[in-house]
């Protein structure tokens, strides 16, 4: 995503200079409407799971997307862990992914729904995986 100039925001968590965990934006479209932003990968060390980190930088990355002006934010991920951030299912689809890990989060709107389309796809970088890895 880097190499091709597709990172909106790449932040990083950091405990005594160690960096433990890294979440990434891009932009996004939901049903042809643009001003989304495409939340993952997202991961955190195994050895800090459970401390709140991924939620931290969930928050963060939410707070900034929302001041940016960011009709929303979506992502592929756990259904059981996304909706309490505030991401909905239901809304949005992403290829062939189940739509109840498909989810939105709606900050300025409008609150478009329909086929989300990640930058990187568009550019032709490779489908990624929900962890990270580009097949
Ligand atoms: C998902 C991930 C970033 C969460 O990081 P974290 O710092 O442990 O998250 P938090 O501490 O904020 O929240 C932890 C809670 O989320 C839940 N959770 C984490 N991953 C989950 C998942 N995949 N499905 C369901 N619940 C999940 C845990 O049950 C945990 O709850 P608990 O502490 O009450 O047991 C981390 O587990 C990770 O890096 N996973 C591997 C990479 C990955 O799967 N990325 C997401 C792709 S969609």
Do not use: K
Request: proline share 4%; aromatic share 8%.
């Amino acid at each position: 995503m880097r190499e091709d100039g597709d990172i909106l925001l790449s932040l990083v968590a950091e405990i005594d200079g160690e960096v433990v965990g890294q979440v990434t934006l891009s932009e996004a479209s939901v049903g042809g409407s643009e001003g989304w932003i495409g939340l993952g990968p997202i991961a955190v060390t195994p050895a800090r799971y459970h401390q709140g980190i991924g939620g931290a930088m969930i928050r963060a990355s939410l707070d900034w997307a929302r001041e940016r002006g960011a009709a929303g934010v979506v992502l592929t991920g756990a259904d059981t862990y996304y909706p309490r951030f505030g991401f909905e299912s239901g809304e949005v689809s992403y290829l062939t992914t189940p739509t109840r890990f498909t989810m939105r989060h709606v900050l300025n709107g409008p609150p478009a729904s329909g086929e989300i389309v990640f930058c990187w796809r568009a550019a032709g970088s490779g489908i990624m995986s929900a962890h990270g890895l580009r097949l």
